[in-house]
């Protein structure tokens, strides 16, 4: 068997800055199949994103289900509660978006930036996370907030990649289930890698 050459390492090098993350997001997708294990599963991903970049492990798939293990019991009332939080924003803009009047569209606004908030901090959650399982769910929480809040380039770092990845990833067959969720852990771990 021959050795690859540079250039096909360098090829395969890149295939897996797209391979290991699509199958951290396929993980991801089963776990979320039980509606409100998203945030341990988020955090799951955050966990094997971490350990890949790292130290180079690329058991991405399976990686997630063993991260996950480590962050059900801490994160999972908190997905809870924040699962019943999105179904009740949802259906206050669904009822708002049918209304007008400049109390109604305040409104809005403030669910949509409420959103926005939650959306950045749960995915800085799951990139703190991700970078010290050891922790606490205390510790995640400060790291969290820190990492979402306290530089606006930071949280609008990650704010636009939990934005644009999704819609970025639909020239991929299945790439918001795939990718939507794993590229923005991936930006937020970068991101907390420079701060």
Not at 6 to 13: E, F, K, M, P
Not at 136 to 156: E, H
Not at 178 to 186: D, E, N
């Amino acid at each position: 068997m021959t050795r690859p050459t540079g250039l096909s390492r360098r090829a395969l090098d890149w295939l897996g800055w797209v391979a290991n993350p699509a199958a951290a997001g396929a993980a991801f997708t089963v776990l979320c199949l039980g509606i409100v294990t998203w945030l341990p599963a988020l955090a799951a991903v955050g966990f094997v994103l971490n350990r890949w970049r790292t130290d180079g492990d690329t058991r991405c798939f399976t990686g997630v289900f063993v991260g996950w293990r480590k962050y059900w019991r801490p994160l999972l009332p908190h997905s809870v509660l924040m699962t019943i939080a999105a179904v009740i924003a949802a259906s206050n803009l669904s009822f708002l978006s049918g209304r007008s009047g400049p109390l109604v569209l305040t409104l809005f606004m403030i669910h949509v930036g409420l959103i926005a908030a939650a959306v950045t901090y749960h995915l800085a959650l799951a990139v703190a996370a991700g970078r010290n399982p050891s922790g606490s769910a205390a510790d995640w929480r400060r790291t969290a907030f820190r990492l979402a809040f306290t530089s606006v380039p930071r949280g609008t770092a990650l704010l636009s990649a939990a934005v644009a990845a999704p819609v970025f990833s639909l020239v991929v067959p299945a790439g918001p289930l795939l990718l939507g969720t794993t590229v923005p852990v991936l930006v937020g771990l970068l991101v907390a890698d420079h701060s």
